[in-house]
């Protein structure tokens, strides 16, 4: 027999409901069907994991294409650049979030208002996005800055108007803060006229040169765990907390729902196909990265994508009937 391929993956946060897609597989022993050994670690932002798989520290990871992106637009001579294998988030999570009492019902109501986000948040940086797509003018906008302890709670104390956030991410944390899923008010970037990406697969340059299939075997099983998981949200969430026992797997397998219903089951991950990109999309998506972060370089979409790996179009039949 020969020896399974290593695979050391990269999440883009912590071992939370929407971690289940990876580690189902990984405990249903779909990696190993495939001849691979992949070990998942948690991570702490989407720009940290493709450093991280840039740097060849790790050969795949979970990362916001927005963040792929801005590396590859900025670090046009690196000897190495990861790309995206396979689309998860076909919508971006990110939102904006107000407290119903504050009367902000709609982006137009945001115009000088105290926004509050950390200086990484995917949110945040999108915004100009977001704000072009509604009128605003991005330039005006009033940020306070804060660890992603405090955003929820400066939002809830009155600190700030609005916050950016994941969808999943943030609206979970006011309800721990006490406030009902009816006193928010939420506006989905994707409801508003963005069309970003959200978190796709990527992988190293050094995988896709040297070791092609274990990519192609690693998204053959995450598709059949994406389908499982899909189909029985509640039995993934309890692979979350076999693997962190601190978790509430009943707040987990909520935020997973959340998730597949804002970001991964969407309207357009099911005409777009689980797992694709369509080329026109992604190339807006280049240009509004390459504007809004000012990149060094102008992104080429070809650069950033790679769906040789995906597999057959059986396979990436997972969503829910």
Same mark, same amino acid.
């Given at each position: ?28 022993? *779909? ?6 050994? =992949?070990? &998942? ?8 994991? /493709?450093?991280?798989? #840039?740097?060849?520290? *790790? ?14 637009? $900025? ?13 998860? *988030? ?5 939102? /904006? ?10 982006? #137009? ?41 405090? %955003? ?10 609005? &916050? ?8 979970? $944390? ?10 928010? /008010? ?28 274990? &990519? ?6 995450? #598709? ?6 899909? #189909? ?6 309890? =692979? ?23 970001? &991964? ?27 809004? *972060?000012?990149?060094?370089? %102008? =992104? ?8 040789? +790996? ?6 990436? $039949? /997972? +969503?829910?009937?």
């Amino acid at each position: 027999m020969a020896e399974d391929t290593k695979i050391k993956f990269q999440l883009d946060w912590r071992f939370e409901g929407p971690a289940a897609l990876f580690l189902v597989a990984k405990s249903k022993g *779909y990696f190993t069907q495939e001849q691979l050994d =992949v070990t &998942i670690d948690a991570g702490n932002g989407s720009g940290n994991a /493709v450093n991280r798989v #840039a740097s060849g520290a *790790y050969d795949m990871g979970f990362a916001d294409m927005a963040a792929l992106m801005e590396f590859v637009g $900025n670090n046009p001579t690196a000897p190495s650049k990861p790309v995206g294998v396979m689309m998860v *988030y076909n919508d971006t999570p990110a939102a /904006v979030f107000a407290l119903k009492k504050s009367g902000i019902k709609t982006p #137009a109501d945001l115009a000088g208002k105290k926004l509050g986000a950390p200086v990484f948040d995917a949110g945040r940086r999108a915004y100009p996005v977001f704000a072009k797509a509604n009128g605003l003018d991005a330039t005006k906008a009033n940020w306070i800055s804060m660890d992603p302890a405090l %955003r929820e709670t400066m939002l809830v104390r009155g600190d700030v108007d609005a &916050i950016t956030g994941f969808y999943f991410t943030s609206l979970l $944390n006011l309800n721990a803060r006490g406030i009902k899923d009816e006193d928010v /008010v939420v506006m989905l970037y994707p409801n508003y006229g963005v069309k970003l990406y959200g978190n796709a697969i990527i992988a190293s340059d050094t995988m896709v040169k040297q070791k092609p299939e274990a &990519i192609k075997g690693f998204l053959r099983a995450f #598709a059949k765990a994406a389908k499982d998981v899909m #189909a029985d949200p509640d039995a993934a969430a309890k =692979v979350v907390k076999e693997r962190d026992g601190l978790v509430d797997e009943k707040l987990e397998a909520r935020r997973l729902k959340l998730a597949i219903a804002s970001a &991964i089951a969407t309207p357009n991950a099911k005409a777009e196909g689980f797992g694709q990109v369509s080329a026109p999309r992604l190339s807006l998506m280049a240009s509004q990265v390459s504007d809004t *972060y000012a990149t060094k370089t %102008r =992104v080429d979409p070809n650069t950033v994508w790679n769906g040789s +790996f995906l597999p057959a179009k059986a396979a990436l $039949n /997972v +969503f829910p009937k």
